[in-house]
Each structure stands twice: as C-alpha cells, then as structure tokens.
C-alpha cells in the first residue's frame, strides 16, 4: 500500500538523507506514485522535499542524499485518496508548519473529519487522508501544546487501519501508532528508527520491537516508551533479535526482484519441505480442522489463488471440504451463514492485506482461525490461533512468485497429515525430490520462452485453461500476464471455454493449456475444440507423446506427479510473464496502478 520509516539521532548527521533515501528503496514495492522526506536540523529548521514519482527517479531531482539533519522521515504513497501529485504527497505538515506526519493504512473517515476541520479554520492543499490525519492531531495540539495527549484524543476519531509518525518541530522525539497496519520499531547504538516494513529497519538494526494494534511509541535517539491508546498505560517490550537477512532485499546478479526470486523458488522450497516435518504445532492444526463445522479457505490475488487449489488438495486427499472465497466477497457471501464451531483458513504473503482483515473481522471469534503466512510479525499473523509459516523470506517484487509455490507446498502438506490423522489412503509425495525437479522446470521454461513470447505477443488478450488441479494455475498464470505485461489474460476451467468464450477464437488466436496426465483425455477433447477453429495451442504438462502431437508448442514439466504437477506447471507462466515485461519494456517489480501489501478496502 504506503511506507514510511522515521529515525532521529542525537545530533546532526551528514548521512541522514542517504539512510531515509536506502529505506525507500527498500520500501519501494509498497507505492511508487508518490515520495517525500521531511527533516529536521538540530537548530529546529526543517524543509519538506516531495514530489510524484518513483523513488529512483525522485530522490535525484530533488537531491535526498545530501539532506542532514537529526531527524527525518521518508514515505512513499500508492494513491487511493487523491491523485498522484505534490499536493498529495507527505510527509505533511500542520496549518502552522509545526507538525510533521506520514501515515500507512486508510482513515476512512477522513472526507468527513477533513469538512469538519475545515470549518474550523484549517486550511488542505490536498486531498490526501494523510494530511487529514495531521489536521486531526492539530486541532488538539492548538488547544494543549501536547503532542502525545493530542494523539491519543486523535486515535479516538481516526476510523480505519492505519499505522503513522508524527513529530513537533520543537520537540526531539517522534510518536508512531498501529491500528490495523504493520509498525516496528528498530533500536540501534545512537539512534531509534520506526517504520511501516521491517526490512527498511535491517540496514540499520536487527533489534525489533513489534507494535501492536492500538499501542503508541514515543522515541526520541536512546529510549522509547509504549503505551496502549485506549488505557493510556504504559508497556514495558524489549527488543528481539531478527533473523531476516537483508540480503534477500538485494538483487544480487539479477536485473530484477521477480527473476531473482522466481530462480530462488528452489531453496525457499527447500525451506519449508524441511520444517514442515518438525512443526509441533500442526497436530494440533489438524485436530482444529477436524473438530471445525464449516470451514472456508480465503486470500486475495496469487494467495487466494493458491488456497484455491489447496482446496482441491483438501477434498481430495484429506476428503475435507474447504470453501474456497475471495477474501473480498467473505462477508458478502458467507456473513449470514457463518456458525459456531466454523473454521476460518487464510492465506496471505504480507500479513497485512485489509480484505483478508475484513473476511478475519466479518468471521469474528465464532471457531479458530488459522494462517499460511510470510510475514510472522504482521498484523493477520498476530491475530491467527494458528500460523504456518511460508517461509519464503523477503519477497519484494510487485508480483508473488516463490510464495505461491511454498503456500501450495504446505497445503499439500497439511493435507496428506490430515488424511494420515483419518486414516486415509493418501498419495506417496517425494517433497525431497521437488527442489531439484523445480530447478529443472526453471531451465525448461527458459529454453521455451521464446517460442512461446513470440506467439503472444500479437496479441492484446488470450486464454489460459486449466482442469482440475491445474485449473488454479490458470487462474494465476492469467494473473501473472495482467500483472505484468498490461494486457488481458484470462484464467478459466477448460470445460467451460465452450460455453461462450471459444466465439472468440480465430486463425492464430493462442490458448495456453495446462494440464496433468491424469486429466489428458479430457484437455485433449478441449484442445482440439480450438485447435479445429484455427486457435494456436500452447500446453504445459508433463511430457506426453498425445499432448505433444496436438500441441503446436509444447513446454514440458518433469515430472507426472498428479499432485506436483501444478506447483511445476506455474513456473513457465511465471517466467514467460517476466520475460515478455521485459520485451515490452516494463519494470515487471513495480507494475503500474498495483502494489505489494494493498493494506486499504
């Protein structure tokens, strides 16, 4: 959605514009129209630098790096209220050029605080929530001169998830809240740091303090105090040692995060195919899913994906049925019916995408929730009874690739243990062999991609068909190409392509097929109701003599495992994805008009 990160020292330091410019770009895949920094000197001047724009092109027409200060803030907006422009963009400052804030999140009800403070007096020079939220806090501040009361009035009007930072010109401190968005705090020797993303903190510190929701911290460069914002108390948190290392935020050899991180989707698969057999929690993760009523498995974009066919996985082998929804149309769909007893399954990369908060809010505390998430310290894994780890490490490309295939790996997982617990027959799944095979699948795809590029690229649209088990992988390989290439794909069940969609079909027109062995006979009837229309047919599926023949390109998988089939198949689409941005000239890390951590309705 948005970042920021804010830091203050004891006295002024020459490197401060380098260190807010480096925690941009490590907060860049989370908004890229706007970026600004605001700092302040130790004599109390400060300057406001700001404009639309990434950050790579920003900080060197408005000079970040040679700002210094004592303390500064820097953030970067993905637009939702207001256009991308100066105006809008933050930091933001009070009326009377006193106040300092960025925020995260989304004050839904900033159209109408920002008509009541208007009437009062204040004056916007845009239409930012953001710059609402500072007006907010002023009009306590101009009746009290205090900051930290003048928050907590504040935080009782503010309605949304959020998380901000705030400073007084003439105050060596800084304030941040966490309502509903991720905040931690980075303490270092000399200097406290807080931001919206912990990997803008590891250059600097590795020593995290997580906030919570509804808690405040006041910092100033050697000490910090906690406070809840509804009893105004004091907590007492001492830092934690990170593990994460920052190297997975460093493009290495690579020219981009998304190659680098589709090429690193064997040893992150290695990751989690090695802890899953010592989780102690997941007995009881199985015993939950047993003893549940209904039970829904909810995401949003490559995550709902992915809990799609993990509900596949579940029905199948586990013989449990999981409703597969949208975490955007859980509370439209499913409010009214949900009971006691119910189980909620959410799959989420950052931890912090607000429609999977609403589904978790519309569900309630009505049965167990649990999480197949990345990011451990965020606000969804805070809240989940149970967390399965993803354990991918950093991902920072725009567009989810190793994720997606480490949250399958572990609903495949999950549902071979839940069908050992029934005593079920259950599929004999060599997870050891699956690095190595997905290493394979990298190189294959990329000695095909070319071949099949050049039958794409005509096009404006195209179809991407799946049945059964690959019929997600459809739906995400579709998504890839929008993602990423700026033209319309479309991911649908292969029997239904008859339905109306094969009208559109002509000399040429290209179909990508993805299919398993078991289901051949099946995708063969669906492969020639286009091919005999002219249609072009691209088929990924483990080599197959009948495949092969009826397909005018073929990119093979290496290995027939029904069940390993999809997580191998998604890797063409992702590497065809990123190598046709490539060849239209598209930054597929920062794909326009989306972000990473969408943390607003």
Not at 154 to 161: Q, S, T, V
Not at 169 to 177: G, H, L, M, P, T
């Amino acid at each position: 959605m948005c970042g920021f990160f804010s830091i203050i020292f004891k006295n002024d330091r020459k490197e401060l514009g380098s260190i807010l410019t480096k925690a941009g770009f490590r907060l860049a895949y989370r908004g890229y129209d706007t970026v600004g920094i605001g700092y302040i000197k130790e004599n109390g001047s400060f300057e406001i630098r700001k404009a639309p724009g990434k950050i790579h092109r920003v900080y060197k027409d408005l000079n970040f790096e040679e700002v210094e200060g004592k303390r500064g803030t820097i953030q970067l907006r993905w637009a939702t209220y207001g256009a991308p422009s100066y105006e809008n963009a933050q930091p933001h400052l009070d009326c009377r050029r006193r106040l300092i804030g960025a925020h995260n999140g989304n004050i839904v009800n900033s159209p109408f605080l920002r008509e009541n403070l208007i009437q009062k007096g204040h004056h916007f020079n845009g239409e930012n929530d953001g710059e609402t939220l500072v007006h907010v806090i002023e009009e306590y501040y101009n009746s009290s001169g205090d900051l930290k009361g003048s928050i907590f009035r504040a935080y009782e009007i503010l309605k949304g998830d959020y998380a901000f930072s705030i400073t007084a010109v003439n105050e060596n401190k800084f304030y941040a809240v966490k309502k509903g968005s991720s905040l931690f705090l980075g303490v270092g020797e000399g200097f406290i740091a807080v931001s919206s993303d912990l990997v803008a903190l590891l250059d600097l510190t590795k020593n995290i303090v997580t906030l919570y929701d509804g808690e405040m911290v006041e910092f100033t460069e050697s000490e910090y105090t906690i406070y809840n914002l509804n009893t105004r108390e004091k907590i007492h948190r001492e830092p934690v040692y990170t593990e994460m290392d920052i190297k997975d935020a460093e493009k290495g050899n690579f020219p981009h995060f998304m190659i680098k991180e589709i090429y690193e989707i064997p040893e992150k698969a290695r990751n989690i195919i090695n802890f899953l057999p010592e989780f102690k929690k997941l007995d009881q993760i199985v015993d939950d899913i047993l003893t549940s009523k209904k039970k829904f498995i909810t995401g949003s974009g490559t995550s709902l994906h992915a809990g799609i066919l993990g509900s596949f996985y579940l029905s199948r082998i586990a013989k449990e049925m999981f409703i597969p929804v949208a975490a955007s149309e859980f509370s439209e769909r499913y409010g009214d019916v949900i009971g006691d007893g119910d189980l909620l399954f959410v799959v989420t990369q950052s931890g912090e995408t607000k429609d999977v908060k609403n589904a978790m809010d519309s569900f309630g505390n009505r049965g167990k929730t649990i999480g197949l998430i990345n990011v451990l310290g965020s606000s969804i894994a805070l809240r989940c009874d149970h967390v399965i780890p993803v354990l991918s490490d950093l991902e920072i490309s725009v567009p989810a690739t190793k994720t997606f295939v480490n949250q399958v790996i572990a609903l495949l997982y999950l549902s071979i243990a839940i069908a050992k617990k029934k005593g079920l027959s259950y599929p004999e799944i060599n997870f050891e062999e699956l690095p190595q095979k997905l290493s394979e699948t990298i190189k294959i795809a990329e000695t095909y991609k070319s071949e099949v590029i050049k039958a794409l690229i005509p096009w404006r649209d195209f179809y991407v068909l799946g049945f059964g088990l690959t019929y997600p992988i459809a739906l995400e390989g579709a998504l890839k190409i929008k993602e990423v290439v700026y033209i319309h794909a479309e991911g649908m069940y292969s029997a239904e392509f008859k339905h109306g969609p094969l009208s559109i079909v002509e000399e040429e027109y290209p179909v990508i097929f993805v299919a398993t062995l078991k289901d051949k006979h099946m995708i063969l009837s669906h492969i020639n109701e286009v091919k005999c229309r002219g249609g072009k047919i691209i088929t990924i599926a483990p080599d197959d003599e009948e495949l092969r023949k009826e397909s005018h390109i073929f990119v093979p998988i290496p290995d027939g495992n029904e069940y390993l089939t999809p997580i191998l198949s998604v890797i063409p689409m992702q590497i065809i994805a990123y190598h046709m941005s490539i060849h239209k000239g598209i930054d597929p890390d920062f794909p326009k008009n989306i972000s990473k951590t969408l943390t607003v309705d």
